[in-house]
């Protein structure tokens, strides 16, 4: 079982559970579809995002497998959300979670990513207790590959054309670490 203290703060983020003043910064990178190309659903109208923000709104804790952590990534120096990051408790008997996160385009290439993602795995290493952690993306989004690899995960599987994304045949990837591999 997993509460954490919120907020989370790292040297230039901070973590926290989503509210619905987020609306209009969860839409402002949700909705494009540069951010939904390697996702499994399309960039999201105003309606879309207010149904999804609700759910994650809920997400603050994991208390049995199948629950998530769903944080938004603001910046400490401005306050403002820049995207947003998933922790994923997969198995309770295997001690396994899942990773994953989405920042606005504007907000590419400073390192947020793998700053926000490293939290996530110390959350699930140190304080969930879990043996093992992976990211799974679509085998194109190589920018995403460079953020798990950043962070010390290996690459474990590349699964070609294994499932159908946005009516098309997509390839993924799958990367992991080992608590044994974590280093703070």
């Known amino acids: 079982m997993l509460k954490p203290h919120y907020p989370i703060t790292t040297d230039r983020l901070l973590l926290r559970p989503f509210t619905p003043g987020d609306l209009d910064?969860?839409?402002?990178?949700?909705?494009?579809?540069?951010?939904?190309r390697y996702?499994?659903?399309?960039?999201?109208?105003?309606?879309?995002?207010?149904?999804?923000?609700d759910k994650k709104i809920t997400r603050t804790a994991l208390l049995d497998e199948g629950d998530?952590?769903?944080?938004?990534?603001?910046?400490?120096?401005?306050?403002?959300?820049?995207?947003?990051?998933v922790l994923i408790w997969t198995s309770q008997q295997l001690r396994q979670g899942e990773i994953g996160y989405i920042l606005h385009p504007d907000h590419h290439g400073h390192g947020y990513a793998p700053e926000a993602a490293r939290e996530l795995l110390r959350l699930g290493f140190e304080d969930l207790g879990l043996h093992r952690m992976v990211g799974r993306l679509d085998g194109r989004n190589t920018a995403s590959a460079r953020v798990l690899e950043k962070l010390g995960m290996r690459r474990e599987a590349h699964l070609v054309d294994n499932e159908i994304v946005k009516g098309e045949w997509a390839s993924e990837m799958i990367y992991a670490m080992l608590e044994t591999e974590w280093t703070p």
């Open 68 to 85: 998530a952590l769903d944080l938004a990534i603001t910046r400490l120096d401005t306050g403002d959300v820049i995207g947003n990051c």
């Open 25 to 36: 910064a969860l839409h402002s990178y949700e909705s494009r579809p540069d951010v939904a």
């Open 39 to 53: 996702l499994h659903w399309e960039a999201r109208d105003l309606d879309a995002v207010r149904t999804f923000l």
